[in-house]
């Protein structure tokens, strides 16, 4: 395929947006923009010079038609798609490359946690790419350079286990930030408290290199272990979370 493929996006929601507006600001042509929420999908449509339609019968001028839901929803969509023969493409890290039963098949997954808030610019973003050809692998990995992203070929067992790495630095490190925010909340303590030593984390992490392990757990301070985990016996979850986060600390110092 020597011209820019045109394109479909089922969804309406942040990678839709993040990726559709990335896709036209490289010259790309946003054939159709497809979904339930009417006004979201009219709101896209207006960003992206498209077409908005509430069903899933994409125009015979699109080249490539992009499922921007959740996982839960990707082989439902596909079950959905009437007469389409072009390249169906999805972008989850865990959603495997037989999702559906058509011929021509893709994978092109940002490793990048989509902010509800335009996304700036792809610079620089890790995309996890595959697909049923080696044309098919060729025309996403061009796209993903013409929108500035880092392009990674993997399998689908290479792309498990990235996915499955991202999952333990970006959800569950969030997580933790949100559950020591809570923890300052509710003993009326400012979250500003925490502004310092977050900083200095996510310097180390850039750096590239081991992050420095400290705290009770790296050096088995049993006294301060126990009676921390004393503080959270009111809250289970969180207690069951403390002993096994630091019994991995422990076990990987």
Known sequence: MTRKPKISI??????????GLALKNAKYEIVS???????RGKLLERKLDSYFFNDFIIPIKTDICFIAVSDN???RVCNRLQDFEGLVVHFSGHTPLNFSKFEDR???WPVHSIPEKALSTWKDIPVCIDGTSFEDIAVLKKMALDIGA???LLNQNQKKQAHLAAVFANNFSSHMVNLAHGILMKNKLPESLLSSILKQTGKQIMSGVKVDQTGPASRNDTKVLREQSA???NDQIMSRIYKAISTSIDKHA
């Open 231 to 233: 503080l959270l016996k």
């Open 33 to 39: 923009v497809h979904g339930r929420n009417e006004e």
């Open 106 to 108: 893709g994978i092109f």
């Open 150 to 152: 880092h392009v990674h």
């Open 10 to 19: 089922i969804g309406t929601g942040r990678m839709a947006n993040a990726f």
């Open 73 to 75: 929803s990707i082989r």
